[in-house]
């Protein structure tokens, strides 16, 4: 305690300089005169008794340096000198200074950018007290993936009998629910929880608290902190208050921190009921006597101290329990479980080797960028060579010129840190403002937190140390004889590859293989838009509205949306109205396994089929070509249940036989096949065609409910952006307080389908394109210093005759040999690493020959430049100002 | 001459410490005259040792210093024992004898004593 109090005073008197040395000097004087009084006394004449006194004290000076020295820290001291030093070096070159710290702040930005996204999906633990005792459990079955959710029972019975687990807690993922007042009617998500939901994962509330235990079936509602801003103004007596979801009345019990969206970290919730009471908002929710239906997300809390490998035994045997007291439904099971807040396990996969690949990238182009630096404070080292030698000679130890070096390289790389934090902050905020196509909110929002924050400034200082380790070994051994003399000391005499030399051929190859990546995702997104989606996307607006969160019947909610068409209908500039519930390319929807009906015995064919709704008329407002049969008319919601499918589906279940007036069944009900359109797109973009069936949307409102609302599509010859408002008001003259969502036009829609490929494209054109001009930066700054040295050569050969052609041909050779070798170098190592790109690409094979061929012209064009501009330079070189120029 | 003894490492500021407790506040000079004449005029004490020492435990809490007046008026600098000083005092002592009891059963054997 008293050490670390000494050392904070000495960090003071380091950083502050306090004027004490005055006040020591009147000490050391007071000292003095005492002790020459006492010399006098003792009958000493005033001088000799003064040198006595000093004599005792050792020396005025040393005392007074021994006295300083306890007064700071000396080599915090020293070091604060050095780094005065070097900053004042660094600013002596104010444009080769520039130039490495936007090369570091390019590369580390990349890599603080990429971490970011690592940090928010890997690396976040979930907003709850004590994340890391808190498990997210999935069933796993023999024959599937990962991962199933948890029927009521069996969740009951693994909560009753897991002993690892102090509690456990299950939740339905997303409830849409309509929420009215403070503004315009709004659709809003959130979670069904069982009461212990918030004890068991301890969020800590912002106002109010979270479930009574018997709460189950008590109209009572947590909200989160963002909503409650958002339409309740921040009103902290809102707890009490009762708010309306979907017409139910909730009384507000709690605020939920912002931080919570969902414990799985992607879904965005933005209000917890009890899970007793979501089959207000939710129709058709499983029973909670079945252990068929796979619908409960569940986490746990471990109980303090019980490691892992005991939770995963526990597990183990109650499964062969369930198994043998529920053979029917139980058989296959087991449990998987990770710490709540991972990544969901069936998209592991996928994003850890997205967030690799990009990992990799962005490293290389911090080597490329790396090499910039070095290879300038090589040249820096050389024009110093001189200073150097003479503060050798004067006996500065080579330790000392290395850490001026090495403290040069890390405050060179700090700045460069902080240019990177600067450009990273604005590249994850236009990160985050992209939106993945999917039917449900997410959270994906990234942005720099204090994990990236450190583990930039740690790159920075390994970048600084690493960077300048090669220059700062060279920078201190020159050839002492022949620095003094003024000539090379450090690029040594008959060493024909320099080191710069190895550098810029390293940064041309890895930049070759940074461009063909980047060349194969740019194919990608071009091949990608060529892609046949199956319907036209032009004068089309879409917009959503869910009647049944606002309290309607089945039969109402028809008649509404019928109303609405014809409204809708009516309004000049638009020439149809159809109605779906969900639109293609929305990410994913309904789907159930299909098989031809009448024909149940096994081995038949059976398909999974995505399911869609239509009224009369949808297949030609999209566009899209009716290959057989007829299309929707005059069906009753209890009539006989009709549908239209896609060729895939005609193909895959009757093998292109002619499907009219056969009968599938899927999902509990049996349909008549009444007509054959195309095939579209159905989720994403990249997608494989899958087999879909339409269905009535009359026949399907009351049965089988869209979780998702009903989705009106409004065709128009003029521009649909413009339609909205017309709408908009037609939706609220039939009901005022309808909650309007998706609104969008169709090309808005599907552009945003193309998401993915958009932004690999958008991050690898960005990271590709800084490679290539580091790189080219890189290569120039080489050949420009080799003229530089080499002045006096060129000026030798063109007094003996040499023609400015010859000359500037012998500069450009070296630097396109550079550049050649790089490339026989680079290309092999980039068709290797294609294949890792491969599970990324549309349309396109990852040896993609026209990448594969251009990339390597493009970048020899590229090095061509940066070499002629330095080899005109050698050309013009005036041999009577070389010679004579010392 | 030949017969005074070095100051070791460390035990000065023990001095220091006991000195003040004793003695009251005291002037840099005063404490080192005072620790040669404790010591019998055994310790040859370089007085220029003292004072970053008594820096050292004024960064540590243990003195503290104002300015005042000496016996013959002359302006000096007066160190004085604060309580994490006498608190570091005991404590410092009890280690001490611990260590001189120590090495006095190896120096004198057993039986002896």
Redesign the interface.
């Known amino acids: 305690m008293?050490?670390l109090?000494?050392i904070l005073?000495?960090l003071c008197g380091t950083l502050f300089r306090m004027p004490a040395g005055d006040?020591?000097d009147?000490?050391?004087e007071?000292?003095l005169?005492?002790?020459t009084?006492r010399g006098m006394r003792g009958g000493l004449t005033r001088e000799e008794a003064r040198r006595q006194a000093l004599m005792?004290?050792?020396?005025a000076e040393?005392?007074r340096n021994?006295?300083r020295?306890?007064?700071v820290l000396p080599w915090l001291e020293s070091l604060l000198r050095d780094l005065r030093y070097s900053a004042r070096s660094l600013a002596r070159h104010p444009a080769v200074t520039a130039v490495a710290v936007l090369s570091i702040g390019l590369g580390v930005g990349a890599n603080t950018t990429i971490f970011s996204m690592v940090s928010r999906f890997v690396l976040q633990p979930a907003p709850v007290g004590d994340p890391g005792t808190l498990l997210a459990l999935h069933i796993m079955q023999k024959s599937e993936h990962c991962c199933n959710p948890f029927p009521w029972p069996l969740f009951a019975d693994l909560r009753r009998q897991a002993h690892s687990f102090s509690d456990m807690a299950a939740y339905y993922e997303l409830i849409p629910a309509s929420i009215s007042g403070g503004g315009e009617p709004e659709r809003v998500w959130g979670q069904g929880v069982t009461p212990n939901f918030f004890r068991v994962t301890e969020v800590p509330m912002v106002l109010g608290s979270g479930f009574a235990d018997s709460d189950d079936r008590i109209p009572v509602v947590v909200l989160s902190e963002r909503l409650w801003r958002r339409r309740f103004n921040s009103d902290r007596g809102i707890i009490g208050k009762n708010v309306t979801l979907s017409g139910h009345s909730f009384t507000v019990t709690g605020i939920a921190p912002a931080a919570l969206h969902s414990i799985d970290q992607i879904l965005d919730a933005e209000f917890w009921v009890p899970l007793g009471l979501t089959p207000e908002l939710v129709p058709n929710l499983p029973p909670h006597d079945s252990r068929e239906y796979h619908w409960l997300a569940v986490v746990g809390r471990l109980r303090p101290g019980v490691p892992r490998a005991q939770v995963t035994a526990e597990l183990n045997v109650l499964a062969q329990r369930f198994a043998a007291a529920y053979p029917k439904t139980d058989q296959d099971n087991h449990f998987v479980f990770e710490q709540a807040g991972s990544l969901p396990p069936r998209e592991r996969g996928p994003v850890l080797l997205f967030l690799s690949a990009l990992s990799l990238v962005v490293v290389l182009l911090l080597v490329i960028a790396g090499a910039n630096v070095t290879s300038l404070l090589f040249a820096q080292a050389v024009s110093r060579q001189r200073e150097m030698s003479v503060r050798l000679a004067l006996g500065a130890t080579r330790g000392r010129l290395r850490r001026l070096v090495l403290m040069e390289s890390v405050l060179l790389s700090l700045a460069g840190g902080a240019t990177g934090v600067l450009l990273s902050l604005w590249a994850t905020q236009a990160l985050s403002a992209f939106h993945l196509p999917a039917p449900v909110p997410l959270d994906l929002h990234i942005g720099i937190d204090v994990r990236t924050l450190v583990y930039t400034f740690l790159l920075s200082v390994t970048c600084g140390l690493l960077l300048g380790l090669a220059p700062a070994w060279a920078a201190a051994r020159p050839v002492m004889t022949n620095a003094l003399k003024g000539e090379a000391a450090i690029v040594r005499i008959g060493r024909r590859i320099s080191l710069r030399s190895l550098l810029v051929t390293a940064q041309v190859a890895i930049s070759l293989v940074l461009l063909c990546i980047t060349g194969l995702f740019l194919r990608s997104l071009q091949s990608a838009a060529s892609i046949n989606i199956g319907f036209q996307t032009r004068g089309l607006l879409l917009l959503s509205i869910d009647p049944r969160l606002h309290g309607y019947t089945p039969a109402q909610t028809s008649a509404m949306l019928r109303q609405l068409r014809q409204r809708v209908a009516a309004l000049p500039g638009v020439d149809d109205v159809v109605c779906t519930d969900v639109a293609l390319l929305s990410g994913g929807n309904r789907s159930d396994g299909f098989t031809v009906s009448g024909h149940s015995s096994k081995g038949e064919p059976y398909i999974i089929t995505d399911l869609y709704m239509a009224t009369p008329g949808y297949f030609d407002a999209l566009g899209m070509p009716r290959l057989a049969g007829r299309d929707f008319g005059g069906e009753t919601p209890n009539g006989p249940r009709t549908a239209i499918v896609n060729r895939a589906f005609v193909d895959r279940l009757f093998g292109g036989a002619n499907p009219i007036g056969q009968h599938v069944a899927g999902g509990g009900w049996t349909y008549e096949i009444i007509g054959v359109v195309g095939n579209a797109k159905s989720r994403t973009v990249g997608e494989d065609t899958r087999p879909i069936l339409y269905r009535s949307l009359d026949q399907t409102v009351a049965d089988d409910p869209s979780l998702m609302g009903y989705t009106l599509v409004v065709h128009t010859p003029g521009n649909p952006g413009d339609l909205a408002d017309s709408v908009r008001r037609q939706v609220y003259a039939i009901d005022p307080a309808m909650a309007i969502y998706n609104q969008e036009t169709m090309q808005e829609h599907v552009r945003r389908a193309f998401v993915l490929p958009r932004v690999a494209a958008m991050l690898f054109g960005v990271f590709g394109g800084i490679g290539l001009v580091l790189a080219t930066v890189g290569l120039y700054g080489v050949m420009s210093f080799a003229v530089s040295r080499r002045t006096r050569e060129i000026g030798i050969r063109m007094a003996m005759g040499a023609q400015p052609g010859a000359v500037k041909r012998l500069v450009m050779r070296q630097g396109m040999m550079l550049t050649l070798a790089a490339l026989v170098l680079g290309w092999p190592a980039a068709w290797m690493l294609a294949k890792l790109a491969s599970s990324f690409l549309y349309g396109i094979a990852p040896h993609d020959t026209l990448t594969f061929a251009i990339v390597p012209i493009v970048l020899a064009a590229v090095a061509l430049i940066a070499c002629w501009i330095p080899g005109r330079r050698a050309a013009s070189i005036n041999p009577m100002d070389a010679l004579r120029a010392e | 001459m030949g017969d005074k003894t070095d100051v070791w490492q460390g035990t000065l500021a023990l001095m220091v410490l006991r000195t003040l407790e004793t003695m009251g506040p005291q002037h840099g000079y005063g404490l080192a005259r005072r620790i040669e004449q404790t010591s019998g005029d055994l310790l040859e004490l370089n007085y220029g040792t003292l004072y970053p020492a008594l820096l050292k435990l004024e960064q540590e809490g243990y003195i503290r210093s104002r300015w005042g007046a000496s016996e013959n008026n002359r302006r000096a600098k007066f160190y004085e024992l604060t309580r994490a000083g006498q608190k570091q005092l005991r404590k410092a002592a009890r280690e001490w004898e611990q260590t001189t009891e120590i090495l006095a059963r190896f120096l004198n054997p057993a039986g002896q004593g």
Do not use: P, S
């Not at chain 1, 005792?56 to 020396?59: A, E, H, I, M, Y």
């Open positions: 008293n050490k109090r000494a005073k000495r006040d020591f009147e000490e050391l007071a000292h005169a005492l002790d009084e005792r004290l050792g020396g040393q005392v021994a006295y020295e306890r007064q």
